[in-house]
């Protein structure tokens, strides 16, 4: 049963922190999986498990996991509803683009989480010129949430190779904060152990590497400290620092150094000019 609103007592007490009601109503044999399955009808397309991960509930997310008949949700998508904003993801998906570091960890810990699904790609329903389809991690790093990416980054299911992967657009975890400007996630993934040469030079749809579109969009002093940080990375290479941008067209290639010096950006020009790796 639910109220007026589309919300069954499950679902009440679980975005509202209640564990002991959760765990009460998750051990009754009169609460089915297709009731716990069931969403806040057109609103937000979630079921209990989904809201308390939405409203940073990590008890009650541990009481789920922690139940034979909850822990079954732990992949369960949203569905797509009605609320402005709504985005299409599991619980994991969820709790990073909040920001909701202790449900993040919760959910990584769990022997129910698999790398793979930490890694599972969703599509937000509203798109952005950045972002398309995301997992967890590019949700965080383009939401700037530098605490749930440190967490993500430095956790034994996340293997190096995973930093790699792209978007439709083509741009990684790290491409895409250093589009937004997010320096400190930015520096977190730069300065991880899981962080390689070969990320570095992945290239996005339009041919730029992880450098060339730091220096590209470096147009205010929270974006010029991003190209400083790659400079002092020792994974960046003079090699990395001066490869050409390679456009999808018959276009000639730019280094940074030259595209900084064609837009008119001397302070770019004189951050790379400063360095040993020109």
């Not at 793979?116 to 790093?141: C, G, K, W």
């Not at 383009?142 to 980054?153: A, C, D, P, Q, R």
Request: proline share 3%; hydrophobic share 40%; aromatic share 6%.
């Amino acid at each position: 049963l639910k109220n007026g609103k589309g919300f069954s007592a499950l679902m009440i007490a679980s975005f509202t922190g209640h564990v002991n009601v959760v765990k009460i109503l998750l051990q009754s044999d009169k609460i089915t999986q297709e009731s716990l399955s069931s969403v806040v009808t057109d609103t937000m397309g979630s079921n209990a498990f989904h809201l308390a991960a939405f409203h940073n509930q990590p008890d009650v997310v541990q009481a789920f996991l922690e139940s034979s008949k909850g822990a079954q949700l732990l992949h369960l998508p949203r569905e797509r509803g009605t609320c402005s904003g709504n985005t299409y993801g599991n619980a994991l998906f969820i709790a990073c683009k909040r920001g909701n570091v202790s449900v993040v960890k919760v959910l990584l810990d769990s022997h129910l989480m698999t790398a793979d699904e930490m890694n599972q790609t969703f599509v937000p329903t509203e798109s952005h010129e950045i972002i398309y389809d995301e997992t967890p991690l590019r949700i965080a790093a383009y939401e700037n949430h530098s605490e749930v990416v440190e967490l993500m980054i430095g956790h034994e299911k996340m293997l190096p190779e995973h930093l790699n992967l792209q978007n439709q657009k083509q741009r990684t975890a790290l491409h895409i904060a250093v589009r937004v400007g997010n320096v400190n996630v930015v520096k977190i993934v730069l300065q991880s152990d899981k962080m390689t040469q070969d990320c570095l030079r992945l290239r996005d749809e339009q041919g730029n590497t992880v450098f060339f579109a730091a220096c590209w969009a470096a147009i205010d002093s929270a974006r010029l400290s991003i190209v400083t940080a790659f400079l002092e990375n020792d994974l960046v290479t003079p090699e990395i620092v001066n490869e050409p941008d390679m456009p999808p067209d018959d276009y000639v290639g730019d280094t940074a150094l030259c595209y900084a010096a064609f837009v008119g950006n001397f302070q770019v020009v004189k951050i790379l000019m400063n360095s040993d790796k020109m």
